[in-house]
């Protein structure tokens, strides 16, 4: 598992022994090539949602976003990003001004958290702390969502009805929801739409945005 293109290609991800379905090369291609069609990845702020290896978020910092969050509930999963992470940090094609970090928590427990409710404010094991709430950003420009092929599609349904009533989103924020071909399009918020699905092998991937 690498990087496919940008500042850090070629660099070697680490694949947890299990748990994780990595998000194959012609899948990522694709899905940069599309995003990137549209500026939608220089100098964006990225949330990664069970980002596993890491791969979508680091292909993102790769190809110009400035700024990372990836969530991950698995605790060898996180502990590999984390130095993954770290590696990074040591090649000379770093740039010192992009941010990445890792949270260890279930995406939908990190995403109500954010919610007009319950604030801005987390925190994470390993003394990483997450957005203050006085000094949070209004919402990321790009959030990808990639859970296991098990995930059914209404639990799908309800991360985004919570993600989009969070202080994670505003009106230009692009969601990458990956699901297999084979489980049915979960319904998507009210004004909230895919601007398109596309095939990539078995993975459908659904580019959504808000309405205008």
Known sequence: MRIVSGRYKGFQLTVPKSGTRPTTDRAKEGIFSHLESYGQVQDAQVLDLFAGTGALGIEALSRGAIGLVSVESAGQAGSLLRNTFSRLRKLSSWDGNTSARTVQTQAEKFVRSHTQEHGAA??????EATENPENAEPGFDLIFIDPPYVYSS???EELLQSLVSSTLVNDGTVIVLERSDRTP??????????????????TKVF???HAE
Request: proline share 10%; hydrophobic share 25%.
């Open 122 to 127: 987390t925190s994470e094991p390993h003394g």
């Open 154 to 156: 209404e639990n799908c």
């Open 185 to 202: 399009d979960p319904a998507l918020p009210t004004n909230w739409f895919a601007t398109q699905i596309k095939n990539y092998g078995e």
């Open 207 to 209: 580019y959504i945005e």
